[in-house]
T-cell receptor, first 108, second 114 residues
Framework: GIQVEQSPPDLILQEGANSTLRCNFS?????LQWFHQNPWGQLINLFY???GTKQNGRLSATTVATERYSLLYISSSQTTDSGVYFC??????????FGRGTSLIVHP | DGGITQSPKYLFRKEGQNVTLSCEQN?????MYWYRQDPGQGLRLIYY???????QKGDIAEGYSVSREKKESFPLTVTSAQKNPTAFYLC?????????????FGPGTRLTVT
């Protein structure tokens, strides 16, 4: 199956800092989603982005499918951005495979 | 409001007992999924269902069973055969298994077996 690697595994920021999270995948994909898991465990959809660039407020994402990676940008981070960010990809079977996530802590 | 509900939020059981986790959705989604999450780990797929009365094993199905008798419901039973059942269990749904269909998640159930 498709292998998904996320980096960095852990990230600690001061409020107001910018960051880039990366998701590498081992094969061509049909779907790619970014999720944020809050401290209570709820996963929230951030982006559906199999290719191209999307922006939503302080967050944006870019997927370069031909080079098999996706980036999630967080600008002007806030304490509420803390949590774990997951990348999930789907190959030909359309069954999602998740990476191990990037754990983000934003200090005030 | 449309969404996915899981109950209970916390569940405690003694070793050797079967336990059933509930997952209900009112999004009119055809596909439903069960994942397991261990501390510091990603999500691993247990079972998924594309349509009523049909389901498929995921990567870690051993010790688990499911049913899909109604479109809205996809309960997961953790049997006594599951060697390490303590974990966070997440249910998800999507319109189907195809392009452009996003997954949506329930709030999860934390199961502790002692």
């Amino acid at each position: 199956g498709i292998q998904v690697e996320q980096s960095p595994p852990d990230l600690i920021l001061q409020e107001g800092a910018n960051s880039t999270l990366r998701c590498n995948f081992s094969d061509s994909v049909n779907n790619l989603q970014w999720f944020h898991q809050n401290p209570w465990g709820q996963l929230i959809n951030l982006f559906y982005i199999p290719s191209g660039t999307k922006q939503n407020g302080r967050l944006s994402a870019t997927t370069v499918a031909t080079e098999r990676y996706s980036l999630l940008y967080i600008s002007s981070s806030q304490t509420t951005d803390s949590g774990v960010y997951f990348c999930a990809v789907e190959g030909g079977s359309y069954i999602p495979t998740f990476g191990r996530g990037t754990s983000l802590i934003v200090h005030p | 409001d449309g969404g996915i509900t899981q109950s209970p939020k916390y569940l405690f059981r003694k070793e050797g007992q079967n336990v059933t986790l509930s997952c209900e959705q009112n999004l009119n989604h055809d596909a439903m999924y069960w994942y397991r999450q261990d501390p510091g780990q990603g999500l691993r797929l247990i079972y998924y269902s594309q349509i009523v009365n049909d389901f498929q094993k995921g990567d870690i199905a051993e010790g688990y069973s499911v049913s899909r008798e109604k479109k809205e419901s996809f309960p997961l039973t953790v049997t006594s055969a599951q060697k390490n059942p303590t974990a966070f269990y997440l249910c998800a749904s999507s319109m189907g298994l195809a392009e452009h269909y996003e997954q949506y998640f329930g709030p999860g159930t934390r199961l502790t077996v002692t």
